[in-house]
């Protein structure tokens, strides 16, 4: 399928890994021009050259406005406008009983995985004003609309993410801007191998074993019984950024493995 996003210009923050790079990856098949940008850069800088010429490896921190405002001022530069925009950074934040775990917890989640989001749509929105047609999509998760009690650093500024898209969505489609977000539930990633790597140590178990036994105590929502991959949430990016998603707005696309409210 042609999603007729040929030559247009993709923002990809968090894109060293995980979702961000597997976007990438899908994106520059169907022949879009990518910025891809991350806090730690020296593997993305080995990655971009194999997505060819059309692709810019930027560093920066998305939690410094300037630091934003400089990404987006390195791929005007050198492609002349932005046309899409696909926020994935972001990190689990601390976990524990929400009144125990501390106001520094709460305001590092709230910093990096909503702020974050804030400092991306300011910079990037006035170019996209421009040339009257954008996409702005965020990686939100199931804990937005689904929150798992011992993780609520993660769920509020998850779920405050997905208000702050809803709120552009309303307004910005007069500009050509359509946002959206897309929520993951258990993906392969880095960061979740993280958290299954701790998991197995601390329970004297292999990594399957810990993948499993996650699934079956902390997610046994999930119907599908696995975790995804990071290229089936890539596709669904792909298609909400596309022309073939051009009447998708103000949405949460969620890629969860129907996901079902089951708590412990």
């Known amino acids: 399928m042609d999603l007729g996003i040929k030559g247009r210009v993709a923002i990809i923050t968090g894109a060293s890994d995980g979702m ?20 730690k850069t020296d593997q993305l800088e080995k990655e971009c050259e194999t ?58 989640a709230w910093r990096i995985d909503f702020l974050s989001a804030v400092h991306v749509a300011r910079a990037s929105f006035p170019v996209m004003r421009k040339g009257g047609w954008g996409r702005f999509v965020c990686i939100t ?35 050509g ?27 004297g178990v292999s990594f399957e074993e810990a993948v499993e036994s996650f699934l079956e105590e902390e997610r046994p929502g999930i119907a599908l019984k696995r975790r995804g991959r990071a290229e089936e949430v890539a596709a669904v990016i792909a298609l909400v950024v596309s022309e073939r998603g051009s009447f998708m707005n103000g949405g949460n696309v969620r890629v969860d493995g129907s996901v079902q409210s089951v708590q412990n």
């Open 141 to 175: 998760s199931e804990n937005a609309v689904q929150p798992y009690w011992n993780e609520a650093t993660y769920n509020a500024a998850k779920a405050a993410l997905a208000a702050f898209v809803k709120n552009l969505s309303y307004k910005e489609a007069g500009n």
């Open 51 to 108: 997505l060819g010429a059309d692709a810019l490896c930027v560093k920066a921190d998305v939690t410094d406005q300037a630091q934003v405002d400089a990404l987006v001022a390195r791929a005007v530069e050198r492609f002349g406008t932005v046309d899409i925009v696909i926020h994935t950074a972001g990190v689990t934040g601390a976990k524990g009983h929400p009144l125990e775990v501390g106001d520094e917890d709460y305001e590092d």
């Open 20 to 39: 961000g790079w597997a976007t990438a990856q899908l994106l520059a098949q169907e022949g879009v021009r990518l910025v891809l940008s991350d806090l």
């Open 177 to 203: 801007i359509l946002c959206n977000t897309v929520s993951p539930a258990f993906i392969e990633t880095p960061m979740t191998d993280g958290m299954m790597e701790k998991r197995a140590k601390e329970k």
